[in-house]
């Protein structure tokens, strides 16, 4: 039976691997998926999935007023659908994706972040994370070896960002995947004397 996945974690912690591992292996067994990203997240071209092992993926875009349910009904012979960066989805496109599951009967696999630079669910997080049918955390660890659940924004000395967007893109700020204490601390990287 199809079901909603959502697989979350930290930043880093292979989630875009992961996706294409799948993509793959549905490719290899002869059924077809549609890939969704972000129009936002152009880093490596619009509409490219690409992973830090080097590996990459045409997708297709999505912004906040992409309508999920008619774009995968309207698509033929999807086995299964994959979405990149899935924290970016508004709550309604994860009802939509919802509905790919219940009424078209195609399994709906979803990869974001739980938790923003501030602590707080994005908004598709927290809608994946009431709703999703199967919820799967991929794991990364701290400097100090800790589970890392939290993302960091640094600035380029390695301080915490604490205030700003929910989205930056494009600044000289980037992310590091910490525990709760380190977050909280503001410790981004393992201290020298120890
Ligand atoms: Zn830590």
Redesign the pocket.
Known sequence: MACLYFYYSAMSAGKTTSLLQTDHNYRERGMSTLLFTPALDTRYGPGVITSRLGIKKQAVTFDKDFDFFCYVKGARNAACVLVDEAQFLTQKQVDQLGEVVDLLGIPVLTYGLRTDFQGNNFDGSQRLLAIADILVELKTV?????K?TMNMRVDENGRKISIGEQIEIGGNEKYIS??R??FRSG?SKKPKHE
């Open positions: 701290c400097h100090c070896g800790k890392a910490v525990c204490k380190h410790v």
